[in-house]
């Protein structure tokens, strides 16, 4: 596995300009004093951005097997919304891991934002197709693509008029009341004045300009001589052309016959690229200020992770310290777009008073509340047990003889009850 990382900081932004990386490819002539844009390179990687079009490069130079040829393949665009990295100013580690299955991987600050096949994802191919068009072919002169013909049989109708206009004017028209048709639309500036310099020989005769009729306001239709107003023919059909029929001797569209691929190759590991020996940074930029650090090249991931973890991790540590509150960043919001005070009373206003409406307790149920607790147990004194008991007395007097038994039982009964009430209510 092969893993390039490392660390840039658009430190005032970025109008037009690259901070992308080139491993320069090995090779016995390469002098680094004399590096340029056409230095043989294996891989391109990293940001680049010009007016609106923001990229991530990812390019390797491949080698032809057979003409020994090299010829950059571009990873095919990156799904994936780059402009914030262009404008935060903040540091970005950007990562590229290429594997020996063919895949690639390319991240942003440990996240994932692209991936593909070095075989299937590259624009060119790495391998070219089998059969080619022949470049010696040519179309048969009567070969016919036509899928569509005039009909040879059709005839113009006898009613069809070409001469009927597109436009006629609308004869249900009438002119409005108000409309003035002794004053023109433009009238000449009264204030205007023939410049002091004007020379009627060398400037011809001095006009003054024309401004809007006052007297032709929006209060009234209009001015100057009334036209009716245009309408669409009803007649009007256009010149006549025959309708289309399908074309019997429809052959197609022609292409050239397909023929062996005399370049063909097939390459099943492009992953083993041309070996590197250098690290350049060909900076194109209107801007300054670009920063670049922990460079990092390695086939362990885990060491490239550590390496980051101790360089651009405590960097973003620090920079979210730095970093004002919720509160200071909603404020500052807020400065810039003045509508955003509405959304804030809203989204404190509302759940306030839906706790409000649902918790707040109501007079009923205080008084059921009330009730509830004069509803209660409390304790009976002597008295107020005696008196009803009299109560109770005083029906069974009324009971006949036939009852006196089970009055007698019921005043025993009665007795006691009272005694062990006595024992247990303290008098009042």
């Known amino acids: 596995m092969g893993l390039q990382r490392y660390e840039v900081n658009f430190q005032d932004g970025i ?20 590096f340029y844009d056409r230095t043989p390179y294996t891989i391109m990687f990293g940001p680049d951005k010009c007016g609106e079009d923001y990229k991530l490069h990812f390019i390797f130079r491949h080698k032809h097997p057979k003409t020994g040829d090299y010829e950059e393949k571009h990873a095919k ?19 590229l891991v290429l594997k020996p299955d063919n895949t690639f991987e390319v991240s942003i600050d440990q996240t994932v934002v692209g991936k593909g096949s070095l075989l299937e994802d590259m624009v060119p191919p790495v391998n070219p197709p089998r059969e080619i068009e022949d470049p010696n072919d040519k179309k048969p002169e009567d070969w016919d693509e036509r899928a569509k013909i005039p009909d040879a049989n059709a005839v113009k109708p006898d009613d069809w008029n070409e001469d009927e206009p597109p436009n006629i004017e609308d004869p249900d028209a009438v002119k409005p009341e108000d409309w003035l048709d002794d004053e023109p639309e433009y009238i ?11 020379d009627e020989e060398m400037d011809g005769e001095w006009e003054a300009p024309q401004i809007p009729n006052p007297k032709c306001d929006k209060s009234i239709s209009g001015c100057g001589e009334w036209v009716r107003p245009l309408i669409s023919n009803p007649n009007y ?99 810039e777009r003045p509508w955003l005070w ?8 509302v759940p306030i008073g839906l706790g409000v409406l649902f918790c707040w307790p109501s007079k009923k149920v205080d008084e059921d509340l009330e009730y509830k607790r004069t509803d209660g ?52």
């Open 15 to 34: 109008d037009c300009g690259g901070a992308y990386v080139k491993l320069l490819s090995q090779s016995d002539d390469l002098n680094l004093e004399y």
């Open 77 to 95: 665009r990156f799904d994936v919304d780059l402009k914030k990295i262009y404008t935060d100013k903040k540091t970005h580690l950007y990562t």
């Open 188 to 198: 000449p500036d009264p204030n205007a004045k023939k410049p002091e310099d004007w």
């Open 237 to 335: 059909k256009g010149k006549w052309k025959p309708p289309m029929i399908d074309n019997p001797n429809y052959q197609g569209i022609w292409s050239p016959q397909k023929i062996p691929n005399p370049d063909y190759f097939e390459d099943p590991h492009p992953f083993q690229m041309t070996p590197v020996s250098a690290i350049g940074l060909e900076l194109w930029s209107m801007t300054s200020d670009i920063y670049f650090d922990n460079f990092i090249i390695c086939s362990d991931k885990e060491v490239a992770d550590r390496w980051a973890a101790d360089g651009w991790g405590l960097k973003k540590l620090v920079a979210s310290a730095n970093e004002p509150g919720m509160f200071s960043q909603l404020i500052a919001a807020a400065e």
């Open 342 to 349: 509405i959304l804030y009373i809203l989204t404190l206003a």
């Open 377 to 428: 147990a409390k304790p009976v004194t002597k008295g107020e047990l005696e008196q009803e008991i009299q109560g109770q007395d005083e029906e069974l007097e009324g009971l006949n003889d036939n009852a006196r038994d089970g009055e007698r039982s019921y005043k025993e009964k009665k007795t006691k009850f009272i005694v062990e009430q006595e024992k247990e209510i303290p008098s009042a």
